[in-house]
């Protein structure tokens, strides 16, 4: 995101990290594959001998922001996806069972619901970024994003040039990768909460044309009222890689365990059967 391709001053993080941690009880929660986390920061577990220290005993607990398909939905109670099974490595690894936090993408990128132990880990398609890194601490990557463009049929634009040149509306997910680019090619996107209310935004006619990562829209193009109406138009090599978040100075034990989770199913096929079960296509055929 690309929700997780909005700058930030270095000397505003503390102040930030703070903000967002006393905030987080206002925000999205509880979401999860496994049982609810319940108090947060109060819940933190002592590390295991030789293991991570982790905000509840026995459990992986995952930030994310959903619905983000088909990196992190619902399919009936269960929280499913890409990003999920990328973190389920891990936590497999680990002798851990993964549970998920559905919460603000905000709070998840500025660090603050790691810092206030709302949860171990972050996967929420979330980019690598030097902005986010001085928040974050981020596990080698495992996803390479690009944007995409889609607009009604007919619309007459491949190029976000071509949307300026035709006055065009254009709609972008808020505190996204996404929406930071088009805003540095000159744009000013009308900006919506997460991805549902951005596709409706287009739907709605609120906006003619929106950007988003390109795996997202694909999923969409799958459902035939979205495809019969609305088409891929453009895409955008933005050189953006996905990595799960960890708080600041990240547990080292915790962060090698994520690492070698990623390298091994990259080296072994995992990795490869992974991501062609929520994509359809072999990594590097997307685009």
Do not use: H
């Amino acid at each position: 995101m690309g929700l997780s391709f909005v700058s930030r001053r270095a000397l505003a993080v503390g102040a930030m990290v703070v903000a967002g941690a006393l905030g987080l009880s206002a925000c999205g929660g509880g979401e999860t594959t496994g049982a609810n986390t319940g108090d947060g920061a109060s819940s933190n577990a002592p590390a295991a001998a030789g293991g991570p220290k982790l905000v509840s005993p026995g459990k992986l607990t995952t930030c994310t922001n959903l619905p983000y398909e088909p990196f992190q939905f619902k399919e009936g109670d269960k929280v499913v996806g890409f990003d999920v099974d990328i973190v389920d490595l891990a936590a497999k690894k680990l002798g851990l069972t993964q549970e998920i936090v559905d919460i603000d993408f905000a709070v998840i990128k500025s660090g603050a619901a790691m810092a206030a132990g709302k949860c171990d880990v972050a996967a929420a398609g979330m980019t690598i970024t030097p902005e986010r890194q001085a928040n974050i601490d981020f596990s080698v990557p495992y996803f390479d994003a690009t944007q995409a463009l889609l607009a009604k049929k007919g619309a007459g634009v491949k190029t976000l040039e071509e949307i300026k040149a035709k006055n065009l509306k254009l709609g972008a997910q808020a505190s996204t990768t996404g929406l930071d680019y088009v805003k540095k090619q000159g744009l000013n996107p009308k900006e919506f909460a997460d991805s549902p209310k951005e596709l409706l935004g287009l739907q709605s006619g609120q906006v003619d044309v929106i950007v988003q990562d390109l795996p997202v829209v694909l999923t969409w193009l799958k459902k035939p009222e979205i495809a019969d109406k609305f088409e891929l138009v453009g895409s955008l090599d933005t050189g953006e890689q996905y990595g799960v978040g960890l708080k600041k100075g990240a547990d080292p034990v915790l962060l090698k365990a994520i690492n070698d989770a990623i390298t091994t199913a990259k080296s072994d096929g995992t990795y490869d059967q992974i991501f062609v079960k929520w994509f359809g296509k072999k990594p590097g055929e997307l685009g």
